[in-house]
T-cell receptor, first 113, second 117 residues
Framework: AQSVTQLGSHVSVSEGALVLLRCNYSSSVPPYLFWYVQYPNQGLQLLLKYTTGATLVKGINGFEAEFKKSETSFHLTKPSAHMSDAAEYFCAVTLGGYQKVTFGTGTKLQVIP | EPEVTQTPSHQVTQMGQEVILRCVPISNHLYFYWYRQILGQKVEFLVSFYNNEISEKSEIFDDQFSVERPDGSNFTLKIRSTKLEDSAMYFC???????????????FGPGTRLTVL
């Protein structure tokens, strides 16, 4: 079984400030981890994913995340927030193969001008 | 770039009516999924489908729900008698089979917003 916990349902940052969205996972086997972004009234867009190999993964729009097995974490960061980053972000996990994806409850990011 | 498509984008129906949500997965994909997202909540798994049968289903996926791949391209989700609580965004996803690869990404469609009145 797998689960994902996202700390903070709402996060506000100033434009140009660091973005940090937290995600912790629970998995019985090595997981595959993802971050998705959802803009209002739109679908899910994959930001980045960790499958195997390098633990620091880079995604689209300047986002990156680091897989830390010892902390069971996969936090999403971006050095400098842009107004267009305002959206809801979902952390997700799958056990691989053709298993379902389990999503966290989401974090709404607000960027203040 | 190939993408998963879903129709309609928005469906409004009366409680008790049957609805069919349609998805066209990416053409060489073999695994198909439905998820739903109730407004303001997280995305939840409903069902996975492979080789013309259900691989896994969640407790949400009760007898009111069914899935079908009626032809070589469409993948449908039917809700027999809709309830108010079925109002949600429904996402279809598909995944390829690549021999020797442990993990293949799921590709999500844009969703169908179902409103039950």
């Amino acid at each position: 079984a797998q689960s994902v916990t996202q700390l903070g349902s709402h996060v506000s940052v100033s434009e140009g400030a660091l973005v940090l969205l937290r995600c912790n996972y629970s998995s019985s086997v090595p997981p595959y981890l993802f971050w998705y972004v959802q803009y209002p009234n739109q679908g899910l867009q994959l930001l980045l994913k960790y499958t195997t190999g390098a633990t620091l993964v880079k995604g689209i729009n300047g986002f990156e995340a680091e897989f830390k097995k010892s902390e069971t974490s996969f936090h999403l960061t971006k050095p400098s927030a842009h107004m267009s980053d305002a959206a809801e972000y979902f952390c997700a996990v799958t056990l691989g193969g053709y298993q379902k994806v389990t999503f966290g409850t989401g974090t709404k990011l607000q960027v203040i001008p | 770039e190939p993408e998963v498509t879903q129709t309609p984008s928005h469906q409004v129906t009366q409680m008790g009516q049957e609805v069919i949500l349609r998805c066209v997965p990416i053409s060489n994909h073999l695994y198909f999924y439905w998820y739903r997202q109730i407004l303001g909540q997280k995305v939840e798994f409903l069902v996975s489908f492979y080789n013309n049968e259900i691989s896994e289903k969640s407790e949400i996926f009760d007898d009111q729900f069914s899935v079908e791949r009626p032809d070589g391209s469409n993948f449908t989700l039917k809700i027999r008698s809709t309830k108010l609580e079925d109002s949600a965004m429904y996402f279809c996803a598909s995944r390829p089979f690549i021999a020797g690869e442990i993990y293949n990404e799921q590709f999500f469609g844009p969703g169908t917003r179902l409103t039950v009145l």
